[in-house]
């Protein structure tokens, strides 16, 4: 069973800054490309950005500045750092990885941002 877990979601002030963290096994880190998805209400999910095994990221969302995705491979953990949020970015935020036609998903955290 392939898992992937999320944390670091919650209530965020706009203008602030969040760390979202999504854990997964040895096997699944070095192979997978992990990608971060969200899904507003009432909207389709969105690809936000992905890291490769071999570091290279790629970034989908029309401001990528403020958020930055990275990896610390001694922890089997990718993260999204998001600064300078928006209510925009309230959304349901989801860890995938994809390798070739196989994908796998956490469960998801929910991210709101709202003053």
């Known amino acids: 069973q392939v898992q992937l877990v999320e944390s670091g979601g919650g209530l965020v002030q706009p203008g602030g800054s969040l760390r979202l963290s999504c854990a997964t096994s040895?096997?699944?880190?070095?192979?997978?490309?992990i990608n971060w998805y969200r899904q507003a209400p009432g909207k389709q999910r969105e690809l936000v950005a992905s890291?490769?095994?071999?570091?290279?990221?790629h970034y989908v969302i029309s401001d990528p500045g403020r958020f930055t995705i990275s990896r610390d491979n001694a922890k089997n953990t990718v993260y999204l750092q998001m600064n300078s949020v928006k209510p925009d970015d309230t959304a349901v935020y989801y860890c995938n990885a994809n390798f070739g036609h196989v994908d796998y998903w956490g469960q998801g955290t929910q991210v709101t941002v709202s003053s």
């Open positions: 040895a096997r699944i880190f070095s192979i997978y490309t």
């Open positions: 890291i490769t095994r071999d570091g290279a990221t």
